[in-house]
């Protein structure tokens, strides 16, 4: 079951991934979120729950990110019901001139298997 729960998260995270470069932020990573999902946004703020994580990627400066990861660490509880993954990040954007800002960091997101089979994050 782990090692299966492993594979499913690690193609989840490139799923989601894809998804965020196709369809933007706010439709990625509200489709990804658990009902009870959290996230960590700016100034250490915790916004829960689809509707506030929509809300946060649907803010207004947002439309021109690009956001590109890949986990560097993938792993899954023995039952495989919840899993880990950890990486870095590249999040590029434009301001309203065109100018282009890069920062990179480290992302941790908890997964958690749903009734369907299916994979969302509970934190990110």
Known sequence: ????????????EKDFEKMTAEKGLKDAFTFYADSNAVVKGQNDSLISGKDGISHLYGAQGLTNVSLKWSPDF?????D?????????????????????????????????????????????
């Open 80 to 124: 495989g019901t919840l899993g880990y993954t950890f990486g870095k990040y590249v999040w590029q954007s434009k301001d309203s001139t065109g100018k282009l800002s890069e920062y990179k960091g480290v992302f941790h997101t908890v997964w958690k298997k749903q009734h369907d089979g299916s994979w969302k994050y509970v934190w990110d």
């Open 74 to 78: 993938v792993d899954a509880s023995e």
């Open 1 to 12: 079951m782990k090692e299966k729960a492993k594979q499913e998260i690690a193609q989840a």
